[in-house]
T-cell receptor, first 111, second 112 residues
């Protein structure tokens, strides 16, 4: 699976959009980009995923560059409850794929 | 509501003890995973299983073994607990061909 690079930490003001970048320059054509977040003392929670196209759901939007070498997770109106570690991972599917996480980005939403 | 349940939230064991961490999911998922999480090191994969009685080593399997006798249950075994296995342990499950995994609430294990 391709490696990902994320900044270790970011800050965002409450009510503003939070844009979390992820670099996955070695991604191959059949690999998906997934995002999770982990609020303190809880297990990680799936947010969104994509292959080539931009995706949006009730939690966030995912923008993937045309060359697929990077992506951005957007939380349109960050709240204090969005303070968490956000993980970007790349997955190549087989029936027994590995689901591995890096260190993620600690997003702190400030009042 | 989907559920992954880990048998204990907090556990204290002595060095050298055999420790069992249990994980049960009620979603009929084929894939199950065990991770440990330590400050500064992120979430690291210990073992995973994609079917009953099947197991695969993750990135840090040393000192651990697993058992999957039934589809819904995946056990992590510390044959002889050591202090460097003090950690938060997280279990997850998913369907095959999807990266959407569901996690348990974690077990904080302290080995003294």
């Amino acid at each position: 699976d391709a490696k990902t690079t994320q900044p270790p930490s970011m800050d965002c003001a409450e009510g503003r959009a939070a844009n979390l970048p992820c670099n996955h320059s070695t991604i191959s054509g059949n690999e998906y980009v997934y995002w999770y977040r982990q609020i303190h003392s809880q297990g990680p929670q799936y947010i969104i995923h994509g292959l080539k196209n931009n995706e949006t759901n009730e939690m966030a939007s995912l923008i993937i560059t045309e060359d697929r070498k990077s992506s951005t997770l957007i939380l349109p109106h960050a709240t204090l409850r969005d303070t968490a570690v956000y993980y970007c991972i790349v997955i190549s599917f087989g029936s027994n794929y590995k689901l591995t996480f890096g260190k993620g980005t600690l997003l702190t939403v400030n009042p | 509501d989907v559920k992954v349940t880990q048998s204990s939230r907090y556990l204290v064991k002595r060095t050298g003890e055999k420790v069992f961490l249990e994980c049960v999911q009620d979603m009929d998922h084929e894939n199950m995973f065990w991770y440990r999480q330590d400050p500064g090191l992120g979430l690291r994969l210990i073992y995973f299983s994609y079917d009953v009685k099947m197991k695969e080593k993750g990135d840090i399997p040393e000192g651990y073994s697993v058992s999957r006798e039934k589809k819904e249950r995946f056990s992590l075994i510390l044959e002889s607990a050591s202090t460097n296995q003090t950690s938060m342990y997280l279990c997850a499950s998913s369907l095959p061909w999807t990266g959407e995994a569901f996690f348990g609430q974690g077990t904080r294990l302290t080995v003294v």
